[in-house]
């Protein structure tokens, strides 16, 4: 039997102190309610295992949201005012979607590192440069979401997200593709679209898996003959 809490877009303003008495729940949703606050009694709703905080004013998340160690489906942040996160974000071990996006952030915390259970990550729309060194430790990881930021660059550790499927980095600034990227045996989807490509590596045509690389909106040619090998291998290039 599930317990959930429905309290989407009731304009709450603040969350009602009833709602910390309910630790039977599962499912908590609190989005689209204006909320600027989260106290620290969220982390006595131990049996929770969605929690959507989604389409707030959120500028930050208290400690305490570490202990909800049972969480093991959704955790929605996105679409808040978030300039940070806590490191106790980490002990989310369970966890499988995590979404961030649309949010103030300049990087995410190392301890991103240490939520193993993601399959699902998105970061969409905020602030970041790159990501943690320690964002190779998802081993499970297999779409990552990181459309509208600054990125740069990827760092070395991406070259062991060896479950990843779809890589989004539309509207970012990168100049090549990132070199992590090479060999990842099971990565179908790359988007790069908007970036500032100049050129495409030749290990792009190497990737086994790779279905669809769209270029759309960058400044590369590619050479005809690296196109002609992706495209024997039905990878679609779009351009």
């Known amino acids: 039997m599930t317990h959930t809490l429905n309290l ?3 304009q709450l303003g603040e969350v009602p ?3 910390w008495e309910r630790t039977d729940l599962d499912t908590l949703i609190l989005a689209e309610n204006g909320l600027t606050h989260l106290p620290p009694e969220i982390g006595g709703l131990r049996r929770l295992s969605t929690l959507d905080l989604g389409h707030n004013r959120l500028t930050s998340l ?9 969480l093991d489906a959704f955790l929605y942040l996105h679409d808040n005012e978030l300039a ?3 490191d106790t974000l980490g002990e989310l071990r369970r ?7 649309e949010n103030r952030l300049t990087a995410l915390p190392e301890a991103l590192g240490r939520m193993t259970g993601l399959v699902e ?3 969409q729309h905020n602030r970041l440069t790159t990501l943690p060194e320690t964002i190779g430790s998802l081993r499970d990881l297999r779409e990552l979401w990181l459309r509208g930021n600054t990125i740069t660059h990827l760092p070395p550790s991406t070259a062991a997200l060896r479950a990843l499927r779809h890589l989004d980095l539309r509207e970012n ?3 090549e593709l990132p070199e992590p990227l090479a060999g990842l045996p099971l990565l179908r989807h790359i988007d790069v679209r908007s970036n500032r490509l100049t050129r495409l590596p030749d290990w792009i045509a190497e990737l086994p898996a790779l279905e669809k690389l769209d270029l759309r909106w960058n400044l590369c040619v590619p050479p005809p003959a690296l196109l002609a090998r992706l495209e024997r291998r039905g990878c679609v290039v779009l351009r």
């Open 95 to 101: 966890l499988r979607y995590l979404n961030v996006g």
């Open 8 to 10: 989407w877009r009731r």
């Open 17 to 19: 102190a009833s709602v």
């Open 62 to 70: 208290p400690a305490e949201l570490g202990r909800l160690t049972g």
């Open 173 to 175: 600034a990168l100049t």
């Open 121 to 123: 990550l998105r970061a």
């Open 84 to 86: 940070d996160l806590p």
